[in-house]
């Protein structure tokens, strides 16, 4: 049988496909430590399950309006006022089945066949194949280490041409823990304030935010802007609530409502009893997130602190999400044994075979120096990963 074209130009998704991989070889009896995919350990806080089982007594388990129920999206609503600064009607809010289907019905609504989409390297992998699946063009633009990993608005200026539809921007970032500071927005802001273009803007990891740093939504700076931009977010990360697929966007009404009228065809709604569980996690006790956004923290500087003490390895300070984005190609050349590693693919797979780590590779992110360690897991594990992570690098030669 045939397939499309379409099913042919994609590939499977690495991050989930090294969590696959990981938690085979656990189920063989290999103690893996993950530090695959991006996937906050902790439990989902008791009162979001909570209001998750009392919808479910209260039969509230039918089909919801396409774009979400009234109660999510007015908490959506509040919620975008009270931590963004933003006024959004709930006109503009569609909910949909995790932020990564919003993406797509982002892609799928703003670009045509042939038009380009800027893409900040290093990037979060499923963007690339979202702007393929809409037959964009993925603009690929490299930031710098010692820019932390921000574009800057002379870089977003040269990408810019005739046929730029969109740009997309993620802070904090996902692989490299960046956060664009307010300065460093409205910079971009300027640039993309002369332009016709659409900004779409994935808060996703937008409470996982440390060093007292701020998170700034670029739609908040100006009128102008916010009618630019298609604000994504999610409850995945925040609110450990991964599985339970909730993603929306809010956006000017035109847009909102084309997303809502193609989710029609598709997913219809999100999940309805997650649609209700996520009413309590953005309107009830937020002392649950708080805590997890602290035991983070205390990930982050340990993971850090021994990164960077390693010899031959560089390493920037990531200020949100949960990854640590270490340059590892001082092992380019080198061989762990038989294993010679030559790029960062051949890294992740012999630390992999060798020490039973799981690591992104940087390839997967548009960047073959680094390798992306998710440290969205247990203390105890991210001890006894580094321990072997060390032996590994000693024993390179
Ligand atoms: N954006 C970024 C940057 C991510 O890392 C993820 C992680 N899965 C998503 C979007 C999508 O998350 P979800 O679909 O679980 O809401
Ligand atoms: N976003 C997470 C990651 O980068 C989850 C996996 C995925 O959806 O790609 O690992």
Redesign the pocket.
């Known amino acids: 049988m045939r397939l499309a074209e379409r099913a042919l130009a994609i590939s499977a998704?690495p991050?989930?496909a090294i969590?696959a991989q990981a938690k085979k070889m656990a189920k063989e009896g290999i103690k893996v430590i993950s530090f695959?995919?991006?996937?906050p350990d902790f439990d989902t806080p008791q009162n979001i399950k909570d209001a998750a089982e009392l919808a479910l007594r209260q039969g509230k388990t039918k089909y919801t309006p396409v774009a979400g129920i009234d109660e999510l999206k007015a908490a959506i609503v509040n919620k975008l006022k009270r931590d963004n600064g933003l006024d959004y009607d709930p006109a503009d809010i569609v909910v949909s089945s995790g932020a990564?289907h919003s993406l797509f019905n982002v892609a799928q609504v703003l670009v045509n066949p042939g038009d380009e989409v800027i893409l900040p390297s290093p990037y979060?992998?499923?963007y690339e194949e979202i702007i393929k699946m809409a037959g964009g063009i993925p603009q690929i633009v490299n930031t710098r280490e010692e820019n932390d990993f921000r574009l800057t608005p002379a870089e977003l200026e040269a990408a810019i041409t005739p046929r730029t539809r969109a740009i997309i921007l993620n802070s904090p970032s996902?692989?490299t823990g960046s956060v664009y500071t307010r300065d460093a927005l409205e910079g971009l802001g300027k640039v993309i304030e002369k332009h016709d273009i659409a900004v779409v803007t994935d808060e996703i990891y937008e409470k996982l935010i440390y060093d007292g740093m701020d998170h700034v939504s670029l739609g908040s700076l100006s009128p102008a802007l916010k009618e630019k931009t298609v604000l994504v977010n999610g409850l995945s990360k925040s609110y450990s609530m991964?599985g339970w697929r909730i993603g929306y966007i809010a956006a000017p009404t035109r847009i909102a409502k084309a997303v809502a009228d193609f989710q029609s065809h598709s997913a219809s709604n999100a999940n309805t009893f997650s649609q209700w569980a996520s009413v309590e996690a953005l309107n009830g006790d937020q002392g649950p997130m708080i805590e997890m956004v602290k035991e983070f923290v205390k990930r982050r500087d340990y993971i850090y602190e021994r990164f960077v003490a390693i010899p031959g390895i560089s390493c920037r300070k990531p200020n949100g999400a949960f990854y640590l984005f270490p340059n590892v190609s001082f092992s380019f050349g080198k061989r762990h044994g038989s294993d010679l590693i030559q790029d960062s693919t051949d890294l992740a797979a012999a630390l992999l075979k060798k020490a039973e780590i799981a690591v992104?590779p940087g390839s997967a992110f548009g960047v073959s120096d680094f390798i992306r360690l998710?440290y969205a897991t247990s203390m105890e594990n991210i001890r006894e990963g580094l321990d072997r992570f060390e032996k590994f690098w000693n024993e390179l030669d």
């Open positions: 998704s991050t989930l969590d695959g995919v991006g996937e990564k979060w992998v499923s996902n692989p991964t992104v998710s």
